[in-house]
């Protein structure tokens, strides 16, 4: 753009700066747009987990419903009841209530620690998942708070932009008033006064 045409059309230039402010406002907001769209959807996930720890005993219930006995767990017993059988045999005292009851004791202990294994595995994963979404979360906000941040210095910028847009013709106009003033007291000065002589 040359000295003239800027003189002449000083909005372009602004124009022309504002359309490049756009863009990478635009390029800016778009990258971390991502980012905050997952911490969003993050925030669901975490207050429902919220929820449900603050409701451990529905929680529990809800989880020892889907247990099933581990084959390990299975083993065990089945290897602890041929155990007690064979030491009530071989005492004596097969088919005794005593015998059957610690027979019955040991396979219970078994089960019970197998089933609070599970709820143990389960607990872990689900902090897991928390600790997960939580990052997520975290890493959100921060680009939502960027993006906020952008909003407003874009805001700032336009809106400066926008005010000296307005103003740029009567500033050139001052501008060339103000030169041709200087010119102007400047041709003065060099004049010598009239002598009569």
Do not use: C
């Not at 635009?26 to 929820?51: I, V």
């Amino acid at each position: 753009m040359s000295w003239l045409s800027s003189f002449l059309h000083p909005r372009r230039g602004y124009d022309a700066a504002q359309g490049q402010l756009d863009k990478y406002y635009q390029d800016a907001q778009g990258y971390q747009k991502p980012y905050m769209d997952q911490g969003q959807a993050a925030y669901g996930n975490l207050s429902d987990m919220m929820k449900s720890l603050l409701d451990p005993a529905a929680l529990q219930s809800k989880w020892a419903s889907g247990y099933q006995e581990s084959d390990a767990a299975k083993n065990l017993e089945n290897t602890a009841t041929q155990h007690g059988l064979n030491a009530a045999s071989s005492m004596g005292i097969m088919g005794s209530t005593p015998a059957l009851q610690a027979i019955q004791q040991g396979t219970s202990q078994i089960s019970a620690a197998d089933r609070q294994q599970y709820l143990n595995d389960l607990m872990q994963k689900y902090l897991s998942g928390a600790g997960i979404a939580q990052g997520i979360y975290g890493t959100g906000a921060n680009a939502a708070n960027n993006m906020s941040g952008n909003a407003m210095n874009m805001g700032q910028n336009a809106a400066q932009m926008a005010y000296n847009q307005q103003n740029a013709g009567g500033n050139s106009f001052g501008g060339l008033l103000g030169m041709a003033g200087s010119l102007g007291s400047g041709l003065v000065s060099q004049m010598k006064p009239w002598s009569f002589a």
